[in-house]
């Protein structure tokens, strides 16, 4: 367990780089099974290094080296939502979304392990790291809706719309990766626009939100085609509107 | 630590009444502290009984008392879904969801602290009772759909919401129990009309099941209010219907 592969690679990479190969050897097979079930001999392997050269780079064992991974996932998972200020929010989210689900795909069931829980090397430091992801997302996404404060209403709706978004992603997983990765995007941007109008109903600051999103939206795009998806299922529901406001269709 | 309390109820109890008392009191420890916090002393103390009496009901010590107390507080919570196939589902679900939510308001943090895992006694097996309560609410949400079987789509689109309430129901015990439990509600019941109308947007079943639901609600109801409120708040948007449809307003 002591020798060296003796591989180029072996003597060539820096300390930063080689730090980085461990990490990604460890993401790699914490992907493929759960935590619990990889040791530091394997992640040895995986990277091609002796398990001594793991150790001298994490001390700590296999605790430090999942943590390290988890941080430097969690990164890699912050990244995904930063999106330019531009153009319909739906679109913004769409690129997001595209991005996140990607890593859901590659990270598979090291994802599912991490948010799922009770594994037996979970702690409140891996558990302040997933909330900080959670955290990081909801903050871009209230970033783009523009709102210098947003109230509580509007956080909860933003952050309830986030767990939803983790949930879909496990159920994907779980479901054998259906469906097809975009249909399941266009259905996220779509839950988000139903979740922001209901709220809107009760909140000015959301009403103000949606109001000022739909007039960037066009015809085209997710939201008109959801409009008009969406108005013969609920056309028949004319009876619910008070007669001040008259039926939708005579 | 082994002497009996001598109170008359130590002596008159039933194993069972004995047993219940027991998780009574671990779980309204569990309510106000971690889980690591809460010692067997503790427990007894609460019980007005001695240490030993504990272990003799749980002779796996804390592991085991707070499976059996997640397990008890599991079972009385799947308790508050249960709710007769009768009126418009808006009133069904408001009633399950006062019921679950007064079940949150009682068990606080001991509810907080399970849900967000990072808990030193948090094993596979806790998860596993999370998890079946989050099924069986699944399981009672479709029931009320009276859909024989439901498809991926409509069954992701209720576990999402699933999580969503549960979502909100740790923000709004991480915010001091802010807003009041029946505005809370209110925008929970909001959000499943919300989300099964996006989702009936592209998927047959769930709009038949859109359909349905709201052959049953009357405009004084929450679909009826809903839709009232959002009316206003998408009105301008009528630039994004196609030609065809026809703008909402003239």
Redesign the interface.
């Known amino acids: 367990m002591t020798s060296a592969t003796g591989s180029p690679a072996y003597r060539r990479l820096s300390v930063e780089e080689r730090r980085a190969q461990l990490l990604e050897a460890a993401l790699s097979l914490f992907a493929h099974r759960a935590p619990e079930e990889v040791s530091l001999d394997d992640v040895a392997e995986a990277a091609g290094v002796s398990r001594p050269l793991v150790y001298r780079y994490f001390p700590g064992g296999k605790q430090q080296l999942y943590e390290a991974a988890l941080r430097s996932a969690a990164d890699e998972l912050e990244q995904c939502f930063a999106e330019p200020a531009e153009g319909p929010l739906t679109s913004r989210l769409t690129r997001a979304l595209d991005r996140y689900l990607a890593f859901v795909d590659q990270h598979d069931m090291g994802f599912a392990a991490l948010l799922?829980?009770?594994s037996v090397i979970?702690?409140?430091r891996?558990?302040?790291i997933v909330?900080g992801v959670r955290r990081a997302a909801a903050d871009h996404v209230l970033s783009h809706l523009a709102v210098p404060e947003p109230a509580?209403?509007l956080?909860?709706?933003v952050?309830?719309?986030?767990?939803?978004?983790?949930?879909?992603s496990l159920?994907w997983l779980d479901?054998g990766k259906?469906?097809p990765l975009d249909e399941l995007r266009?259905?996220l941007v779509?839950?988000f626009?139903?979740?922001l109008?209901?709220?809107?109903?009760?909140d000015a600051q959301t009403?103000d939100v949606?109001?000022r999103a739909?007039?960037l939206?066009?015809?085209e795009?997710p939201?008109?085609?959801?409009?008009?998806?969406?108005?013969p299922?609920?056309s028949?529901?004319g009876?619910?509107?008070?007669p001040g406001?008259g039926p939708?269709r005579p």
């Open positions: 799922q829980g009770g979970e702690t409140s891996t558990t302040a909330d509580p209403r956080r909860m709706t952050r309830m719309w986030i767990t939803a978004v983790e949930a879909a159920i479901e259906e469906p266009d259905a779509e839950q626009l139903a979740v109008v209901a709220a809107a109903a009760r009403a949606v109001r739909l007039d939206e066009t015809p795009g939201v008109g085609e959801l409009a008009r998806r969406v108005l299922v609920v028949d529901a009876h619910l509107l008070s406001t939708r």
